[in-house]
């Protein structure tokens, strides 16, 4: 009930007060240029990587990537920058 409540706050404060969903919502934000960047914010851990794959922990589910030739330009607590050829970029709900 508690969780159900903040959630409502959180949603009614971001619109009222005009502020970005991904900061009040703790949602990623993700910036992908072409096929060859993607910069995401907000995510809570890597859990794997190879040249074809970058799988991130999110508040809520997994973020996967596909793709060739990644390679981790940037890596920070809660942000990453990939390079490669971005062919694929799915949402995993648990």
């Not at 009222?16 to 969903?21: E, F, R, V």
């Not at 851990?45 to 809520?60: I, N, T, V």
Request: proline share 3%; no cysteine; net charge positive.
């Amino acid at each position: 009930m508690a969780i159900k409540w903040g959630l409502r706050v959180r949603r009614w404060m971001t619109e009222k007060m005009d502020l970005p969903q991904d900061v009040m919502m703790d949602l990623p934000r993700i910036t992908m240029i072409g096929q060859i960047h993607i910069y995401i914010e907000n995510h809570r851990g890597l859990l794997a990587f190879s040249d074809k794959e970058l799988r991130l922990l999110l508040k809520q589910g997994q973020l996967l990537v596909k793709g060739k030739g990644f390679v981790i330009k940037t890596i920070l607590p809660e942000e990453i920058l990939l390079e490669g050829k971005i062919d694929q970029v799915l949402y995993i709900n648990d």
